[in-house]
């Protein structure tokens, strides 16, 4: 299998973290893919005419996409893994966890093209301000509800650890880990996982 992604997309990371964690890595083979809002990947609109990453493709030549579909997909190649707990009440946690993540990452991303692709005379600060706004609400309820452990390492906390990292990589002025010393203590030691390791964003 091929997935289309790259090391600077925090949804993309969702999925190589998810690989890591299933050990499906010699599975799939990871494509070094670029994406632009305003210019198109022509190659990659082939096979995901949203041209976006993270995209898989499979042995058969079909093409799953987005990363919540890609990341149920690996986690049906090794059922029973915890990134998508099997009890009901769990399950429902780990995708809500992954939709406030997802969340926070759309908001962060819009930012990030409007900081660096839109043309500086027509940037919006108040849109760019609610963006943030979000960012920061969302963050808040990440830190209420970080355990005191690792673990589970469902989707949800993945998502969290992809947000973490992304904010670092694009926005380290935005300070996230000020006010938030759990998700800071739980996000340090996160890190010293194999799969977060070696997926820093680049
Ligand atoms: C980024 O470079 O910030 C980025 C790359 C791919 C998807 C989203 C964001």
Known sequence: MKLWSNSASPFARKARIVIRE??????????DTVVSPVNPNTELAQRNPLMKIPALTLDDGATLYDSRVICEYLNELNPGSPCFPRPLDARYAALRGQALADGILDAAVLVRYETAVRPEALRWQEWIDGQKRKVYLALDVLEAETATSEEPFDIGWIGAACVAGYLDFRFPAWDWRSGRPRLSAWYERVCERRSVAE????
């Open 22 to 31: 299933l050990g499906l890595e010699a599975r799939i083979e990871e494509l």
């Open 199 to 202: 997926t820093m964003p680049r």
